[in-house]
């Protein structure tokens, strides 16, 4: 109990102890068990502390003169105690000094506690939820994987943005740390993702909470470059120091030039300050010309892993004179800065032609000169390469035209045979290990497509005609050994001039000191059966092609096989050799290519930008792409990842499920209804070969149980059709394996004869047909080195049942992927014109 002593109470003391002063100034007096209190000196005030048994005796505050206060304490009347002094107790100061004294009823009390409590609670909650849903993000977003996938998921980007993101590293740590700067893997992230999609960038920095930039500091990166029509400055700048970087590494930077041409939005804007959208080339004077073109000029490393452009001009249209300019004073900056230039590459229009006359070039075919003098060392020279896809895409494009070429030694060369194969694999079903399919007869509607080209002029398409001639003996595939030849040549020659890995093998690999006279043969070979094509004239007459009209991918071809070799003369047999190898494809003109495709993707829907947004697109590629050391400047395009393959650590039967499912059948009719098809043409044989190994490729990489990997291969029987494709990476599936792609095969027939021919509807038809090819083989000995090993696992886990479930998913999954490609293809016969009138609409600007 606390009591305030009144002015008027007097206190009556005993001698009980002595006084105990502590160093504070406080006195604790001692007191004996009758009557217990305390003494607390402050400046002012004492307080006293009696008690709960002695509430009836008067309490008194004195002050005390501690100097003349002795050794115990007495009763008011003892002579001794005269020192004391009567101080009154002010009431404020016990509530401040004593905090703990309440003066709230014991109720009120419990229900601010249980209020407290309940708000405690709330938070506490709150701040649980709070915490699992910031690891449940941190989860989602630990890689920069998965944060693409996300933006993808929800379509906030594209699949070409999302693989870009997916190749910067050093990004994911950084993610959750706030920060004032910025590293480089962090800028690359955020401008790149910033670049495709301000709207994806957006909803990642408000939803993850991530540490990225404000897009006012990406747009003030941005401020600092300039990007106005002309020669880049912030380009040569920025080569510049990476040249003197190498330097001092003793390394010398090589490099190729190109130039081309990408068609804009013919549109005049306003932004504040000028009208854009007219003819400008960086002089300081304006035309009055809309323009219609971008002419960009580009550097790409030999010996490194980088490209960077270094001007762009907007243009109506530009002759060979003013071209040749622009490429000797480019040329001429470049030495100036240190850089060698070894290459020119560009494609085949009359202006880039007359270009290359004006540079002192000879593209003749009579009298070929396919280089010229650099213009500040004439010493060097500067090879000129007409871009190989753009001339395969030309040779197609006569090849498909005139349908008969005829060879040196008067063999044709026939359309027809390609024509033929297609018609033969769109009836049976099937194809026989190619990619040929409508597009690429009716290769009118997009002839711009490289792949298309490509994948006529192939290897496989030549290894399905010598079949049908050879093995099959189709009758409408007589006599296309010259075809066949044809195809063959021009692919091998093909590859030589895209050869990017520097471990590739055959036609593909690099040319190096012990590939040179491979290459050298097979180019040669080339040029030979180039010079002399014949086509027949519209007086049926017989000219040489390369004295016609479409004589331009002849004289391109021959061209690029010359200089190939004369750049590899210079860079790596040469006594100073600046390179051990020469990868081709770094002479390509689709590092330029896929340049414009990012600007065209900048624009999202909108792939035709005008002046101002070709610009603003430029400028942020430029910012993106700026050489720094250590980060590597320019994004690499040419080099392609490998997939993460996930070694398999499980057993086989953990892979898949081996329970019995009830099978779904179709709707119309069971399977076990439909009509028998028990025989399969040869045609189908051999394609189901070729699919075969390739299931067994993929059954390889989820297979773990040896045993079971090794029954799927066999080298006693091949098929004629592997042999003649095989060049040393094909599987060699068993005949086990070979019977259960028949048994599904069969499956898909009574089903296509059921619908007349019609793609299956509706769902179960894989489950379906897996369970109806389990039936059928089930009294098959279709692995016989299995046989005991199948009596080691338990019956839920046999593993021949579960090798055959296994491969007919496989198989029923390509196939119907097939069976849909195929409904598309003839759905959209000769009904698509979106390509087409797409690329008019890129062509003319409108």
Known sequence: MKEQVSRNDKVSFEKVADVDAGVDGAIKVGVDLSSIFMCEESPQEVFVTQSLTHDDI???????DTAHFGHSVQHQNDSECGQFNTVPLQPNSILSDHCYQVTESPKMLKRRVLSANEKARVVQKKLRLQSEKTGRLKARISSLKSVTKILQKKLLISTECASLLDGLDGVPKELFQ??????????????TLHFYSPKAYDYAREHFHLALPHPQTIRNWYSSISAD?????????????????????????????????????????????QIHGYVDIGAGEIENVVATQALVIMV????????????????????????????????????????????????????????????GANLDIMDMRSYFVHPADHTLKIHVLLDP???????????????????????????????ELHKLQEREGLRLGNKLKMAHIQWQHQKMKVHLAAEIFSSSVAAALEYCEQQLRYPQFSGCAATVDFLRTVDAAFDVLNSRNPLGKGHKAPITPTTKEHVMVTLKETESLLRGLKIIGKDNSVVHLHSTQKRTPIFGFIACFKS????????????????????????????LELFFSAIRARGGHNNNPNVRQFRGAYKRLLVRHQVKKGTGNCLLRDNTAILDSTPATVNIARRL?????????????????????????????????????????????????????????SDESVHPLLALKDRGGLQKPSQGITAVCHATERCFQRILKANEGKAPRGRGTTA????????????????PQLHSHMFDMCAESNHVHVLVKMASAWYCKIRLNHIARQETDRIKEGKTVRKKLTTLIHFHGD
């Open 178 to 191: 706030k920060r004032s700067s910025f590293s480089e893997n962090l800028k690359q992230f955020a401008t």
């Open 229 to 273: 029509p002309g020669f880049t400055l912030s380009s040569f700048t920025a080569l510049k120091s990476h040249v003197l970087e190498k330097k001092k590494e003793g390394k010398e930077t090589v490099c190729s030039l190109m130039l081309d041409e990408m068609y804009i939005h013919k549109q005049t804007e306003f932004d504040g300050n």
């Open 768 to 783: 379906a047909i897996v369970a109806q090819v389990v039936t059928d083989c089930s009294e098959k000995n279709l692995f």
């Open 657 to 713: 499920d081996v329970v019995p499912v009830e099978a779904l059948v179709l709707d119309d009719d069971s399977i076990s209804d439909l009509p028998d098809v028990n025989n399969l043409s040869e045609y189908k044989e051999a394609a189901i070969s070729y699919i075969t190994g390739f299931i067994v490729k993929k059954l390889k990489q989820k297979i773990t149980c040896m045993p079971c990997s090794q029954a799927l291969t």
């Open 389 to 419: 896809c753009h001339m395969l895409k030309l040779l197609r494009n006569v090849f498909a035209t005139v349908k008969v070429i005829v060879r040196e030694d008067g063999q044709l060369i026939r359309w027809q045979y390609i024509e």
């Open 300 to 359: 790409v490393a030999i010996n490194q892993s980088w490209k960077l452009p270094i001007a762009y001009f907007l243009i109506n249209s530009m002759n060979g004179k003013e071209r040749a300019s622009l490429i000797q004073e480019s040329l001429c900056r470049l030495h100036d800065i240190g850089v060698r230039v070894v290459s020119l590459t560009c494609d085949g229009p009359s202006q880039n032609m007359a270009m290359i006359r004006e540079l």
């Open 564 to 591: 190939v070799i004369g750049i590899y003369e210079d860079l790596v047999e040469h006594p100073a050799a600046l390179c051990r190898y020469l990868l081709t494809y770094k002479l390509s003109q689709d590092h």
């Open 58 to 64: 008067p309490l008194q505050a004195v002050e005390c």
